[in-house]
């Protein structure tokens, strides 16, 4: 009887070994380093007006405040391709592998994007006031190295360069950021009356990506919105979230 409950116990502790992780069951040193995704507080906002159409362009800036690398590979699995967010260690081997996402060719970039990565949403009187009109919307984006967040780098130093191959990422301690003019980076508030309205960009909103806090993913930017005779649109930037150092606070925005 004994013999038997030894010979059970040992096949249970080897099933539930199989369930931990490699990583984990190897060491410490081969943990996993985690990106922590950051909104940079939106800037160079701009009304335009075009055919009878109030339309706020912006910029917006992903920052990797993390310990390791927010980077994802493409995996075709007709009719989609998804996105394989890979975790890495300190020696950069790839210790954990979560499916988060989908890949999409974005017809007017003309090159791959990743779905459902940042929000964008105008409120009224506060960050978290009624949203103006239908002015919450997710957006796709592709993931480069773009800046350094704090302090200056050699472009030599970048591990993500373009959009063309599909792996994709910003290393920890960069900012992607999309320029103003680029299409998607824009709300409409085309019937908006005149008063204070916040610009609203959160990261990661629905949480698939896998990262240390979900806590600080949003930023904003307030302004002024008022009409002069002609009935056309302009805005006063009033303020911003607030920002722990001069590259969360757009300071070093690179305006791609």
């Not at 920890?172 to 005149?194: E, F, I, K």
């Amino acid at each position: 009887m004994k013999r038997r409950r030894g010979l059970m116990l040992l096949i249970l502790g080897a099933a539930i070994s199989l369930t931990i992780p490699l990583y984990a069951r190897a060491g410490r040193s081969n943990a996993g380093l985690y990106p922590d995704l950051r909104t940079v507080v939106p800037v160079h906002l701009q009304i335009v007006n075009q055919q009878q159409r109030t339309i706020l362009r912006f910029s917006n800036g992903i920052a990797n405040t993390g310990a390791g690398p927010w980077q994802l590979r493409p995996e075709s699995v007709p009719p989609v391709t998804n996105a394989i967010q890979e975790i890495v260690n300190a020696s950069g081997q790839i210790v954990e592998e979560h499916l988060v996402s989908t890949y999409e060719f974005h017809e007017a970039h003309n090159h791959w994007h990743i779905g459902d990565v940042a929000l964008f949403e105008a409120r009224a009187g506060s960050p978290t006031g009624p949203i103006v009109g239908s002015n919450s919307v997710k957006v796709s984006f592709c993931l480069i190295d773009l800046y350094r967040l704090e302090g200056n780098a050699p472009t030599s130093q970048k591990t993500f360069w373009d959009c063309y191959t599909s792996y994709q990422g910003v290393s920890a301690g960069w900012v992607d950021q999309y320029h103003q003019s680029t299409d998607g980076q824009q709300l409409d508030l085309t019937g908006a009356p005149p008063g204070r309205y916040y610009l609203v960009s959160t990261t990661n909103p629905l949480g698939t990506f896998i990262e240390t806090d979900l806590t600080n993913n949003t930023a904003w930017t307030s302004f002024d919105l008022s009409y002069d005779n002609t009935g056309n649109a302009k805005i006063a930037i009033v303020g911003r979230s607030p920002c722990e150092s001069p590259g969360l606070c757009g300071e070093r925005s690179a305006n791609r």
